[in-house]
């Protein structure tokens, strides 16, 4: 059984430390993380938008622009998920992945073919 640190939907504390080394994840880790974040906004949920704007002007004022826009919004993110499920990145990736899996299985088996409707 996987043990959440944080509620869906939980903010950072603002003082959360900044992670200067500039992120390089593959595609399907930013999508993984960027979704994870982008499901929980997607709810409504202003103190944590709050947070992510916030954290999104203080990467760029750290990278002194020099980030691509794409790496700051996956730097938010990823510091985020991190701290809501208290991980380093390359675990929040393997339990996101293992997820997303199991999910898709379910949808496959869940379907109307295979259970018989149709």
Do not use: F
């Not at 990823?78 to 208290?86: E, T, Y």
């Amino acid at each position: 059984m996987v043990a959440l640190c944080k509620e869906w939907g939980a903010v950072p504390p603002y003082n959360l430390e900044l992670v200067t080394l500039k992120p390089n994840p593959t595609p399907a880790n930013r999508d993984l993380i960027t979704a994870y974040i982008s499901r929980q906004c997607a709810i409504g949920n202003p103190e944590l938008r709050a947070w992510l704007t916030q954290r999104r002007d203080a990467y760029i004022g750290m990278s002194a622009g020099t980030w691509d826009t794409s790496l700051i919004t996956y730097a938010v993110a990823r510091d985020a998920a991190c701290w809501q499920l208290a991980r380093p990145e390359p675990q929040v990736c393997e339990l996101l992945a293992g997820i997303e899996a199991c999910h898709a299985d379910l949808r496959s088996n869940l379907s109307p073919v295979k259970a018989g409707m149709i």
